[in-house]
């Protein structure tokens, strides 16, 4: 007897199928850990109602950018016109900043969650003078992840006489300088001062190294071995 075939559309939509089963799966089990470990983090957009009108959002992107002020990341009174920049010094970069909105602890008791805003860099999108994108080519220092920080206190609450030591430093990449071509970047809309008004595109430059820069591993891992 003859076998005829199946169809090469219904082997695709099988394959369609168990492709969508397996990446089900797959977030099923990492929520799972993330729930295990203590992973639960819910991101806020930016741009979101949520993000533009709650006074708790606004004081956690405030408390932040304060934050970077008073470590010597960038100084307002520093701010230029972008193509007066370039035009004295070519090698000058730019890249735009924004917020990343979360909140942590978002599985417990509203008492115990914490709104978190950390001002990054789109180091994704770092242009020239002549508006051609950069990437910096770097041997980067990776620093320990949090998953692998959770793991180790997962591992000695296993026993009963487990232990770990931990240490963090408060806004840990700003304190490193930073290297390099010099970056000049616009600050996000939600903290433009009022005196910009007027500019067609103000920048800073980039005193520190800050989140989403592409050297900033590199930057701060050598500045913690000095």
């Not at 735009?96 to 950390?118: D, I, P, T």
């Amino acid at each position: 007897a003859l076998v005829r075939e199946r169809p090469i559309l219904d082997r695709i939509e099988d394959m369609r199928k168990e492709t969508d089963r397996m990446h089900r799966e797959t977030e099923q089990k990492a929520k799972q850990i993330s729930q295990a470990l203590g992973f639960v983090f819910r991101v806020i957009e930016e741009y979101s109602w949520e993000a533009g009108t709650s006074p708790a959002w606004e004081k956690a992107v405030q408390e932040e950018f304060q934050g970077l002020l008073d470590v010597g990341a960038f100084n307002l009174n520093d701010v230029c016109e972008w193509n007066d920049v370039i035009h004295e010094n070519p090698r000058a970069k730019h890249a735009n900043m924004r917020f990343v909105l979360g909140q942590k602890n978002a599985e417990l008791e509203e008492s115990r969650r914490r709104m978190k805003a950390r001002m990054v860099v789109g180091g994704h999108n770092v242009r020239d003078a002549s508006g051609q994108r950069f990437v910096d080519v770097l041997h980067h220092i990776v620093p320990v992840g949090m998953t692998s920080i959770r793991l180790c206190h997962a591992h000695a609450a296993a026993f009963e006489d487990g232990k770990t030591r931990e240490a963090d430093i408060v806004q840990a990449y700003p304190k490193a300088p930073l290297g390099g071509d010099p970056v000049w970047i616009s600050l996000p809309k939600r903290v433009v001062p009022a005196a910009w008004a007027g500019m067609i595109k103000p920048v800073l430059p980039l005193r520190r190294t800050l989140y989403g820069l592409q050297r900033a591993g590199f930057e701060f891992g050598m500045w913690l071995r000095e």
